[in-house]
Structure formats: C-alpha cells, structure tokens
C-alpha cells in the first residue's frame, strides 16, 4: 500500500481515528509537526501536518476565525492531511477545527495521547520507503521486459506495447510526418484526441529539435516525446499520463532511448534502399524496366501504370531525409502509385492520370519543381529529361510546378531566353545598339517593331509615328550595319532569336 492517509489509518497500533474532511487516498510525500500560528513557508505540496494546537489558545480563547484562516493557508499551501495531538493542549480535537477541515476539504485525523507524533512520522516514512522500493523494483523489472521486448521480429511495435502494458495506459508513435503510425492498445483514444496529437506531433517534428511536451485534451493528459538526434527528428513518442514519478520516468526514457536504436537501424536501412532506387532510376533510364519493375514489385509495390509522368524536384540537403521518410511512408500506404528515386535530384515517377504526390509534395515543403508530359517506360529518359528543363524554368521563379508542356507550347525561341543565348544576341545586334548610342539615332526599336509588324512598312511608320519612307530607310540602313540582307526569311528569323534571347 502506498504512503496515503489511509495507509496510516490502517495501522492499528497508531490508533488513530479520522474526522473527515477530504480524500484519504492521496499520497503523503513526509510528515512534520508544527504549532507555529502560520507554518505554510517550510511545508511543500503533497505533505501532511501534525499538531497539539497550542497556537488556538484554550477554552474559551479558541478563535473560530483563526482556525479557519489558518486551516485554509495550509489547504492552499496544497497540504493533504492535519493530524491533531489531544490531551497535550485540548482535551479533545476542537469543533472549530472539524469544521473548518470539513469546509476546505483537509483530511483531519486524531491522534491519541499514548501515540507520539515520531511513531506517526515513523511508520509514513516507512511505508514511502517501502514504496520508493518497490517502484525501484518495477521499473528494473519493466527494464528488463521492454528490453526482452526489443529482440522480438518487430522490436519496436513490441517495445511500444509493452510499454503501455507496464505504464497501465495508452502509447503512440508518431511518424515524421506526425501521423499516428501505431497505437497500444489500438483505438485506444477518442478520435479527438487523436487529432489534437497529431497536430501538436506535427508542430514538434516541423521544430526539428528534440522537446518534450504536455498536451491537456478534453478527455485527460498526454506527453509528447521527439526521438531522434536535433535537427533530424525522427517521430514523437505519445503517453497517455498526465505526470510519471521517477520510476515512471526511467522506464520511459528506457524506452525513448530503444525506440530512436530502432528507428536508427531503420533509417540505416533506408539508406540501402536510397541507394537501390537511385540504381534501378539509372536501369529506367536507360530503358531496362522490366527488372525495375520485378524488384519494385517485391520490395515496394508496382511501378505506376502507363503512360507516367516524371517530376523534379529540389530539396535543400538537410531536407531531403524527411521528404523521404515522407515519400516511403506515401509509398507504403498507396503501392503502385509512385516510384522515387534520389540522383542530382529527387525524381518521382507518377501516373499521367494522378500527379497529386508531386503537388503535394511540392505545397507542404515550398519546393521548385518541373513536371515532364505523359510518357511510356520506353521514354523514360525523354520523361526525365523534359522535368529536369522544366525546374530549370521554376527555380527562376516562385517555388511551384513548371510543367514541360507549357514550355513547349512558349515556343522554341521564347526558350532563347532561359538559355546562354543572350551574350551571343547582344554582340549580334550590337551594330545596331552602338551607332543608336553614338548617333541618337533608334535603329534597334524600328527594326524590332518591323518584324513584329509582318515586316510590312505601312503598318510600322503607323506604330512609330514616322512616314513609310522613313520606315524603309531605318530598315535599310540596319541592314547595311548588321551586314545582313533582311529581305531573306533566315535573316529576319535569326534577327527575331536575337531579340528574343536579350533579356527583358
């Protein structure tokens, strides 16, 4: 029995005798004795109070007022007993003092003349001896089980269960992403609740350093836990208890630390499967899928089915171990709606008809990506080649989904711009821009409102403002400096790509 009111009440050779007034089933951390009028600044929560009342006067001096004022500091001081000494000072436990403990709900108890306040001190202290030792002889022995725990198939879903056995309560694991991954026992808690963790899971994880944290739901307590080193957290263990004594403590840290081996050890392997991916990536580009597919098939699930689409993505180095934690996970719980794979960028190879992951993917971590067009295995490296020119296009802009089809729509000369062409335009039109400048003449925009005029001189005097002569000489005389005879198709075109790859 642990050290509570009722634990010394259940001696007999105490005698003691309960008056009332609150709970007898708290624990009693340690007992003192005091007559001092105000004793509240050397008492701690959690402790009982033993007295002979000396500080009430006698008789008629008793102060009904003082009583009940100073049983309320000691109620607020979180005191969970008094014990009252009679025949030392009153004969008999005061009326005053039964009502006051009543109305603040303090345990009062009697203690007879013939039982000294060192037997009572005496006998809580050894039973929270007693109790200290049997708590330290639970958690050796729950030690000792969750460790034998670990060494069965799966170490970790066996270690988290008997955890939850040990602690008589409820144990989850939250995964990178701060999803529930596995519960002991299943559906253990409200679908509430769950929510609130996962949500709160999610905001430790996105911290990305190792925290503790106490979550008050509407149905009791939970602790949050990281795993993993700082910086590369590797999911949240959840408990459902409001506070652990020492004990408690030790077997959880126990657990913590068995858990982040496992999820080592698993992260270890993922890395081996990294590196697989990246080989059988290689093996799809150069055509060979049909071994791709076999060794998906036996590890993940199937390849996507045709036609396929393939995404690019940039993901900064100290992200890339999340997003793919992320990605496995996705994997596991939809086989055969994505492939993936780490090389000079993270790949995905999804269904033409569902690119979601990839957009997804793209939103929850602000990425650049470039997204190919519909494709067959047999094309995969065209597929491949295709994403990587599209997030070349998105990392000039916002993060977000560029998709090779829209570049191929802009055209082949808009994408003069987005290439090294611009140097080489610049000295091509340079003719051109040098004498505008040395002669305040405006050569260069005449010829460029020209081509975008269908190269027709009414329409481009009307668009400058000048007379169709006027139009012509300019014309003329550009082509005379770039040396070009821009009465031929070829010259007009290559003068256009030049416009086009300046810069805006």
Request: proline share 4%; net charge negative; charged share 20%.
């Amino acid at each position: 029995m642990p050290a509570t009111l009722d634990s010394l009440l259940s001696r007999r050779d105490l005698r003691l005798r309960l008056l009332g007034g609150g709970p007898t089933d708290v624990p009693i951390s340690w007992l003192h004795s005091s007559d001092l009028p105000d004793p509240t600044p050397f008492l701690a929560a959690g402790q009982a109070l033993l007295t002979t009342g000396t500080q009430f006067g006698t008789g008629t001096a008793v102060s009904a007022e003082r009583i009940d004022a100073y049983v309320a500091r000691l109620a607020d001081q979180g005191v969970v007993a008094l014990g009252f000494g009679t025949e030392v000072v009153q004969a008999g436990t005061p009326d005053a003092l039964v009502d006051a403990c009543r109305a603040h709900g303090l345990p009062l108890f009697e203690v007879p003349y013939e039982t000294s306040f060192i037997a009572v001190a005496q006998a809580n202290a050894e039973t929270v001896a007693r109790d200290a030792n049997a708590r330290s002889g639970w958690a050796l022995a729950a030690q000792r089980a969750i460790s034998l725990a670990a060494l069965r198939p799966d170490g970790l879903g066996a270690t988290l269960a008997e955890l939850s056995r040990q602690l008589e309560c409820w144990v989850g694991l939250l995964d990178v992403s701060g999803r529930l991954d596995r519960e002991f026992p299943p559906d253990g808690i409200p679908a509430d609740e769950r929510d609130q963790l996962q949500a709160e899971g999610a905001r430790l994880l996105r911290g990305g350093q190792r925290a503790s944290l106490p979550v008050s739901t509407a149905h009791g307590g939970f602790t949050l836990q990281t795993l993993g080193a700082g910086g590369h957290l590797d999911g949240v263990l959840a408990i459902a208890t409001g506070s652990l004594d020492q004990a408690g403590r030790e077997v959880v840290t126990a657990v913590i630390a068995l858990a982040g081996l496992a999820l080592q050890q698993n992260r270890e392997l993922a890395r081996a499967r990294g590196l697989l991916r990246t080989g059988l990536l290689t093996m799809l580009s150069f055509g060979d899928s049909e071994v791709v597919e076999t060794t998906s098939r036996e590890l993940w699930g199937p390849l996507p089915a045709e036609p396929i689409r393939v995404a690019a993505l940039d993901v900064a180095d100290d992200r890339t171990d999340s997003v793919v934690d992320l990605l496995e996970l996705w994997v596991q719980e939809t086989p055969g709606q994505l492939f993936f794979a780490v090389d000079d960028a993270l790949f995905l190879c999804v269904s033409a008809n569902d690119t979601t992951p990839v957009e997804r993917l793209t939103e929850q971590y602000g990425l650049h990506a470039g997204l190919s067009d519909g494709a067959t295995f047999t094309s995969f490296a065209r597929a491949r080649a295709e994403a990587v020119q599209a997030l070349d296009r998105s990392r000039e802009g916002r993060a977000g989904i560029v998709e090779f089809g829209d570049l191929a729509r802009d055209g082949v000369l808009a994408h003069l711009a987005h290439t090294g062409a611009s140097e080489i335009a610049r000295a091509f039109l340079a003719p051109l821009t040098d004498h505008d400048a040395a002669s305040g003449t405006d050569l260069t925009r005449t010829v460029r409102t020209w081509l975008e005029q269908n190269c027709e001189y009414d329409r481009t005097a009307q668009a400058l403002g000048v007379h169709r002569h006027t139009a012509r000489a300019r014309i003329e005389h550009a082509g005379r400096l770039l040396d070009r005879d821009l009465g031929l198709f070829a010259t007009r075109a290559d003068v256009w790509a030049a416009f086009v790859a300046l810069p805006a």
